[in-house]
């Protein structure tokens, strides 16, 4: 493994690269070991064709039965990105951002093909479908999202534009069978308030050979990880309890989905009666 690499793995891992393995020296995956979520954009436009590259590195992604059943709405009016931050629980980083994608499963572009064949299309109303058009949209999403890093552009997804989806959805007039699955700014990072790599769960957690088994020693790695993580935001002057405190604490209480709890009756109002 190349220095470069062992060093990406170090910084991702917090542990040492294996000694051997086919960790290729590849600039793909440096850029995909050094991501990391941005939340300070530099007041600068992005160069002209940006948004037709981006859109490009994500139609490049693989597409359930190329249904291509996903479409992205580009926003880049101030006024409009400010109400999005708001109905986003006021991020701030969605106003900053030069460029807020929202990337959409969308299955109205089929339906009106069915309706000028006078086909009904019978599978849609399947759950199915719904999540077919959710991974479609996410998998060309982390496109761009590579695309954009590997450009030194930075990036976050936004889940919270599914707290008032309803809002959402008469903001950006989108029809029926059409579903934010979620935002994702776009910027320079702003290089006074510096995003650093955040460790991940060690792959002996994550990785289960042949049939599924709980690590014998799961609990001690998490400690681990835990302290890691605390270490990780201490680096940066902030308080973490954690990752295991963070994460049950982010899944204790309905109150914590700030309105995603609705979210089924949205969608099924949306035209997605999820069967
Ligand atoms: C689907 C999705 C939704 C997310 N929503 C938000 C969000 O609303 N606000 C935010 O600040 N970060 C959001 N994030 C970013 C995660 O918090 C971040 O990816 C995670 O903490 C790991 O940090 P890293 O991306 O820097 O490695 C989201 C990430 C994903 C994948």
Request: with cysteine.
């Given at each position: 493994?190349?220095?470069?690499n062992?060093?990406?793995?170090?910084q991702?891992?917090?542990?040492?690269?294996?000694?051997q393995?086919a960790?290729?020296?590849?600039?793909?995956i440096a850029?995909l070991?050094?991501?990391r979520?941005?939340?300070?954009?530099?007041?600068?436009?992005l160069p002209?064709g940006?948004?037709?590259?981006?859109?490009a590195?994500?139609?490049?992604?693989?597409?359930?039965?190329n249904?291509?059943?996903?479409s992205?709405?580009?926003v880049?009016?101030p006024?409009r990105k400010?109400r999005?931050?708001e109905l986003?629980?006021?991020?701030a980083?969605?106003?900053q951002?030069?460029?807020?994608l929202?990337?959409?499963?969308?299955?109205?572009r089929i339906?009106?093909q069915?309706e000028?064949?006078?086909?009904d299309?019978?599978?849609?109303p399947?759950?199915d479908s719904?999540l077919?058009?959710?991974i479609?949209?996410a998998?060309?999403?982390?496109?761009?999202v590579?695309?954009a890093e590997s450009?030194g552009?930075?990036t976050v997804?936004?889940?919270a534009l599914?707290?008032?989806?309803?809002?959402v959805?008469?903001?950006l007039?989108?029809?029926?069978?059409?579903?934010?699955?979620f935002?994702?700014c776009?910027?320079?990072p702003d290089?006074?308030?510096?995003?650093?790599?955040?460790?991940?769960?060690?792959?002996?957690?994550i990785?289960?050979?042949e049939?599924?088994a709980?690590h014998p020693e799961?609990q001690?790695l998490?400690?681990d990880y835990?302290?890691?993580?605390i270490e990780?935001?201490a680096?940066?002057?902030?308080q973490?309890p954690?990752w295991?405190?963070?994460?049950?604490?982010r899944l204790?209480?309905?109150?914590?989905?700030?309105g995603?709890?609705?979210?089924?009756a949205?969608?099924k109002?949306?035209?997605f009666?999820?069967?």
């Amino acid at each position: 493994m190349s220095a470069t690499n062992s060093r990406l793995w170090q910084q991702r891992y917090r542990d040492h690269a294996p000694e051997q393995g086919a960790f290729a020296a590849d600039e793909v995956i440096a850029t995909l070991l050094e991501h990391r979520s941005v939340r300070a954009y530099l007041d600068r436009p992005l160069p002209a064709g940006t948004l037709e590259t981006l859109l490009a590195a994500a139609q490049s992604a693989a597409s359930s039965s190329n249904l291509q059943v996903w479409s992205l709405l580009a926003v880049e009016d101030p006024q409009r990105k400010a109400r999005l931050a708001e109905l986003a629980n006021g991020q701030a980083h969605i106003r900053q951002a030069p460029l807020f994608l929202v990337w959409l499963a969308d299955f109205s572009r089929i339906q009106r093909q069915a309706e000028r064949h006078d086909i009904d299309l019978q599978a849609l109303p399947y759950l199915d479908s719904f999540l077919m058009g959710a991974i479609d949209a996410a998998l060309a999403a982390q496109n761009a999202v590579t695309a954009a890093e590997s450009l030194g552009l930075g990036t976050v997804y936004i889940g919270a534009l599914r707290n008032n989806l309803q809002a959402v959805v008469d903001e950006l007039r989108l029809p029926p069978l059409v579903y934010p699955v979620f935002g994702l700014c776009v910027g320079y990072p702003d290089a006074d308030k510096p995003a650093q790599v955040k460790p991940r769960l060690p792959q002996s957690l994550i990785l289960h050979r042949e049939t599924y088994a709980v690590h014998p020693e799961e609990q001690r790695l998490i400690d681990d990880y835990d302290r890691t993580l605390i270490e990780f935001y201490a680096e940066q002057g902030q308080q973490s309890p954690g990752w295991s405190r963070q994460s049950l604490e982010r899944l204790r209480t309905v109150a914590i989905l700030h309105g995603r709890e609705r979210l089924a009756a949205a969608v099924k109002a949306q035209g997605f009666p999820l069967r």
